[in-house]
């Protein structure tokens, strides 16, 4: 439809006069009874309009239900019928007003500018804009921001009342919380479940269990969830770090950060609403503050673990944070085994491929009992380089150590700048005195600053070499003690957690063509060693064989 010529016959005649083909759009921002009555009489009321005017066609209307009009994101109608009308299946678009349409003050001149380009017009009725008016903009734009005002309002709105809820010691958000039951606002402790709570947090508390170790044992105990199923790790995490298991009312956890998308930011603890309730009444205590703490410490430091990734764990995993896998780059994860006699005998496997399938990673799974001996193995070979180094780095420390008395000599060079300091005062006092001319005292001061830099500068080179010996000694320090330390863990070939936090930095993991998996083990002086792990090919659901005959087949 030309715009430009409906323009000019708008000039003597109504939007009704003219033939067009026209379709409606209705929406209800809720799925209640009255809301979709309201919906059926929309319907009703525009097919009639519509199909009583003799100038105009009817085309199939749109209609969306219980959505908020805040944006027209997921409306999918909406956008079928902007779609419909940029491909020219209609001339003018029906609907009640810019609120049933959007909220928003750009999607509304956004959708209404597309259209217009299309050929297609909107009028909103009850708010008697028609976007084919040459004034429409304008007038769009003030109702629109007048309808954006509006849902800024509700949202201050809900807010206060959250606000008026916390003072009538109400507790808000979710009802099903492990541990306790809602009645009237209120918490109280279903028993039933409170001792499975108890029982979490004494044994996180200990840091002896990983989240996920207690997620077996839990299902293994016949713990489940309000569906039925096993409790995850992570809804686990949640509860060791809700206050309200130690009794603390908790609010404003989240916050709303864009009005139209609704995107919410999780706020940090200090910005929440938390007081101790301390008569048990609305928030019941199902675990002491001092329990509750040691969980937390535990749950703080291995998140701290994880986010630095540098492998330091507070639970007997001997590998975690690492072994890695240079196929994708993540960590391996530890899973339980047992082999044929029911012995414990932990599987390392690679994250990558536990969270993307087994094709999506070259990778194979390591054994724990296989890998302590080639630990063992490597230790034995590097200790002697280990001490090699530490005779390396004694032999650097003596020569700093030979080059003489640093800090005389800081303190000589200290003197020298004091003096050349009493030196440009009198010159001064000399050149004010009018007994040295400006040009001699210019040149004489200047020689005094160079002085003073040239001794600074000697000052500070001595006072960092003063630091490398300092720190070339702790360094040489820290390598004999973790040498002693990993010997005596060492004994009788025996590795554990403390040797391997001590003595191995990273341990890179690559499988091999031949099905073995090569291990570049770098060690805290960094030193990398390789070693390798054969016949693992069965462990993976593919081969290296399968993956290249893949590649070529989409090659060709």
């Known amino acids: 439809m030309d715009i430009h010529a409906v323009r000019q016959q708008l000039k003597t ?42 100038n105009w066609t009817y085309v199939e209307g749109y209609i969306d239900e219980g959505l908020s009009a805040a944006t027209t994101k997921k409306r999918e109608n909406f956008h079928r019928m902007v779609e419909d009308g940029e491909s020219g299946l209609f001339d003018l678009i029906l609907t009640k007003e810019i609120t049933r349409f959007a909220r928003n003050t750009l999607d ?5 500018r597309r259209l217009l380009d299309a050929g297609v017009g909107v009028f909103f009725q009850n708010d008697n804009i028609n976007t084919m008016d040459e004034d429409s903009e304008l007038r769009l734009t003030i109702m629109s921001g007048i309808a954006q005002d509006e849902l800024r309002k509700l949202s201050s709105r809900v807010k206060f009342g959250h606000q008026q809820a916390i003072k009538k010691k109400v507790v808000l958000g979710n009802s099903r919380i492990f541990g306790y039951l809602k009645d009237g606002g209120r918490l109280i402790i279903d028993e039933e479940e409170a001792s499975m709570v108890r029982e979490l947090f004494e044994l996180y508390a200990t840091g002896d269990y990983s989240m996920k170790q207690i997620e077996t044992l839990f299902w293994e105990r016949g713990y489940r969830n309000h569906n039925g199923k096993r409790i995850a790790h992570t809804t686990m995490s949640g509860m060791i770090a809700n206050p309200k298991y130690k009794g603390y009312y908790v609010g404003n956890k989240v916050q709303v950060v864009d009005l139209f998308s609704k995107k919410q930011k999780f706020l940090p603890p200090e910005e929440w609403v938390m007081f101790k309730d301390e008569t048990g009444e609305i928030v019941p205590a199902i675990v ?24 330091i764990c507070n639970h007997a995993n001997l590998l975690t944070g690492k072994l890695f896998c240079t196929c994708c780059g993540t960590a391996y994860y530890r899973r339980e085994s047992k082999d044929k006699e029911g012995n414990k005998n932990s599987k390392w496997v690679c994250s990558g491929k536990i969270k993307n399938g087994a094709d999506a990673c070259a990778s194979f799974a390591i054994y724990e009992e296989e890998l302590k001996p080639l630990l063992f193995e490597l230790f034995e070979e590097t200790r002697e380089t280990a001490q090699a180094l530490i005779e390396e780095y004694i032999e650097m420390y003596k020569e700093l150590t030979d080059e003489g008395d640093t800090a005389g000599k800081i303190a000589e060079l200290q003197q020298s700048i004091d003096l050349a300091e009493k030196k440009k005062s009198k010159l001064l006092g000399f050149n004010a005195a009018g007994q040295l001319s400006d040009w001699d005292f210019l040149s004489m001061n200047k ?15 001595l006072e960092q070499q003063q630091l490398a010996k300092d720190d070339l000694k702790k360094h040489i320090d820290t390598i004999r003690r973790v040498l002693n330390q990993a010997q005596r863990d060492a004994v009788n070939g025996i590795i554990n957690k403390e040797f391997v936090d001590k003595y191995i930095d990273k341990i890179f993991a690559t499988p091999e063509e031949d099905g073995s998996m090569r291990l570049q083990i770098k060690i805290f002086t960094g030193e990398t060693t390789d070693k390798y792990l054969s016949n693992l090919r069965s462990r993976t659901g593919h081969t290296f064989k399968k993956m290249i005959e893949a590649y070529e087949n989409g090659l060709q």
């Open 13 to 54: 005649r109504t939007l009704y006069d003219l033939p067009l083909r026209v379709t409606f759009y209705a929406r209800v921002s809720s799925e209640s009874d009255e809301q979709l009555n309201s919906l059926g009489n929309q319907i009703t009321y525009y097919e009639d309009l519509i199909r009583r005017n003799t």
């Open 108 to 112: 509304s001149i956004q959708y209404t």
């Open 288 to 311: 002491s503050e001092e329990l509750w703490d040691q969980a937390n410490k535990v749950l703080r430091k291995r998140s701290e673990d994880v986010k630095s990734r540098q492998g």
């Open 447 to 461: 020689a005094c600053a160079q002085e003073i830099e040239e001794a600074q500068r000697q000052i500070y080179e």
